[in-house]
């Protein structure tokens, strides 16, 4: 009897034991769980972080590319205005430079003609003329300012005038 006593005594220690290892277990598996969530979460967080980082340099070079585009405009109003080859020949050169610089950032010229169907997308219209004859409706009739973009995105609309 002494000894079934005994097995009596044991089974609550033992079973006190294994709820003690479950208990052990169940807090280790929260554990990896929650270590699992947050690394989950610090990779989207890094992630997001570095598209933020090059979304705000693309916008950086946008804007900055932005404000020297004048300059590229200028150039090209003293390129049609000027009458000595050697002038034109310089000031196609300093243009032709400009260019390259705007290819090396990813940066292209909206490609518009006079008589293209006009495209809000790619283009602002600021000035109308009536159609003469032969003329279509909505097409473009001068480019004032060329338009640039980079990659789908427009960094700035070039400006036209559009028969109405």
Request: charged share 30%; with cysteine; net charge negative.
């Amino acid at each position: 009897m002494e000894e079934r006593e005994e097995m009596l005594n044991e089974q609550p220690e033992e079973q006190a034991e294994l709820t003690e290892e479950q208990k052990l277990t169940a807090l280790a598996e929260d554990f990896k769980r929650k270590w699992y969530a947050v690394s989950a979460e610090y990779d989207n967080y890094r992630k997001r972080n570095a598209q933020a980082v090059a979304r705000a340099y693309s916008d950086g070079v946008s804007d900055a590319i932005l404000k020297i585009l004048p300059v590229a405009d200028t150039f090209g109003y003293a390129l049609d205005s000027s009458t000595d080859e050697k002038t034109r020949s310089g000031i196609d050169k300093i243009i032709k430079n400009f260019n390259n610089i705007l290819a090396s950032l990813g940066v292209e010229e909206i490609e518009l003609q006079v008589g293209d169907a006009f495209d809000e997308n790619k283009a602002s219209a600021v000035l109308n003329y009536p159609c003469e004859e032969g003329e279509e409706p909505n097409t473009i009739k001068q480019i004032l300012k060329k338009g640039y973009r980079s990659g789908e995105r427009v960094i700035r609309f070039a400006q036209v005038a559009v028969t109405i």
